[in-house]
């Protein structure tokens, strides 16, 4: 999934006006391991930006564990804890600049395939 976001922000990288109006946002769900630290070591690698990171346009981001099903809720994503293990659906939402999920994206197999065309599309 991730990196298809690579492929995406380096799309939207090529129309500076798109670039400017959206934000890219990567969900961990393992908050006992993806420290702040360990998410940027592993987003600058997707961004190949490295010691430049600085996440203003792609951040990689996790939650407080009591808050995690709350989130996957929100998002659509199937989302279980099993021993030391995770296991998550993949999901890619847009949200519009009113806070709303657009629809019609939702789980993927980690194609842009949905997506892409969708961006030239207001989001409302």
């Known amino acids: 999934m991730n990196g298809n976001?690579?492929?995406?922000?380096?799309?939207?990288a090529n129309n500076p006006a798109l670039y400017a109006q959206t934000h890219l946002?990567?969900?961990s769900f393992d908050p006992e391991h993806?420290?702040?630290e360990v998410l940027r070591s592993y987003g600058a690698a997707y961004t190949e930006r490295y010691s430049k990171e600085d996440c203003k346009?792609?951040?990689f981001a996790s939650a407080p564990a009591q808050q995690m099903k709350q989130l996957a809720d929100f998002f659509g994503v199937f989302y279980e804890k099993d021993?030391?293990?995770i296991t998550h659906s993949l999901s890619m939402a847009?949200?519009?600049?009113?806070?709303?999920?657009?629809p019609g994206i939702g789980e993927t197999t980690g194609s842009l395939k949905n997506c892409?065309?969708?961006?030239?599309?207001?989001?409302?």
């Open 34 to 36: 993806d420290t702040s």
């Open 94 to 102: 847009m949200i519009g600049p009113m806070g709303r999920l657009k």
């Open 83 to 85: 021993g030391d293990r």
């Open 57 to 59: 346009h792609w951040e």
């Open 5 to 12: 976001f690579a492929a995406l922000d380096r799309l939207l």
């Open 25 to 27: 946002l990567s969900i």
């Open 116 to 124: 892409s065309p969708r961006l030239t599309e207001p989001l409302v």
